[in-house]
């Protein structure tokens, strides 16, 4: 079935270090691919999207590629700020009208 | 303009109590999901709606019963509840394609002891 694979967390960086998160998917055809966001106490955002094989999707400094050849839609940042700690959750479109989530990657930046 | 709202924000029953949560959007979105988040598990469906008077299982509804009687309201009921059944829960909601941006509630936090 349709499933989503993050790395485990927590992930801790310095402030100004460059992120990534990764993400593989498993699924027939071509789901849409999301990064949401979640933030301490908050419920979940959507940090950027894409829709089709090489789209990038990108917000505030954030962006990430839709890899076909290697089912991957990795998260990256050039230079982290504290204020990007969160929990980060790649999910994809089932085709059956629902979204399915990877488990989430914490993320921790120190100053 | 609120958005997505979730009442109660936090509860605790006892085993075999009953309960309804209640989930409210003011963006006149068509589509409405209830979430379960568990620690290391990510968000699983329980349940979702396309449309008013609409209501489709997704990945773990078992134990849950839902409701989508007003298109601005998604009730999440719990019949009988189980310890196994201690979670926060999310409610989102989207315009009128699973694609659209889904924007979530706070959550609500709930203990079943």
């Known amino acids: 079935g349709n499933s989503v694979t993050q790395m485990e967390g927590p992930v801790t960086l310095s402030e100004e270090a460059f992120l990534t998160i990764n993400c593989t998917y498993t699924a027939t055809g071509y789901p849409s691919l999301f990064w949401y966001v979640q933030y301490p106490g908050e419920g979940l955002q959507l940090l950027l999207k894409?829709?089709?094989?090489?789209d990038k999707g990108s917000n505030k400094g954030f962006e990430a590629t839709y890899r076909k050849e290697t089912t991957s839609f990795h998260l990256e940042k050039g230079s982290v700020q504290v204020s990007d700690s969160a929990v980060y959750f790649c999910?994809?479109?089932?085709?059956?009208?629902?979204?399915?989530f990877g488990s989430g990657t914490r993320l921790q930046v120190q100053p | 303009n609120a958005g997505v709202t979730q009442t109660p924000k936090f509860r605790v029953l006892k085993t075999g109590q009953s309960m309804t949560l209640l989930c409210a959007q003011d963006m006149n979105h068509e589509y409405m999901y209830w979430y379960r988040q568990d620690p290391g598990m990510g968000l699983r469906l329980i349940h979702y709606?396309?449309?008013?008077?609409?209501?489709a299982k997704g990945e773990v509804p078992d134990g849950y019963n839902v409701s989508r009687l007003k298109k601005q309201n998604f009730l999440l009921g719990l019949e009988s509840a189980a310890p196994s059944q201690t979670s926060v829960y999310f409610c989102?909601?989207?315009?009128?394609?699973?694609?659209?941006?889904?924007?979530f509630g706070p959550g609500t936090r709930l203990t079943v002891l």
């Open positions: 999910a994809q479109d089932t085709g059956r009208r629902a979204l399915t």
């Open positions: 989102a909601s989207s315009r009128d394609r699973v694609t659209d941006t889904q924007y």
């Open positions: 894409a829709t089709k094989a090489d």
């Open positions: 709606s396309v449309g008013e008077g609409t209501t």
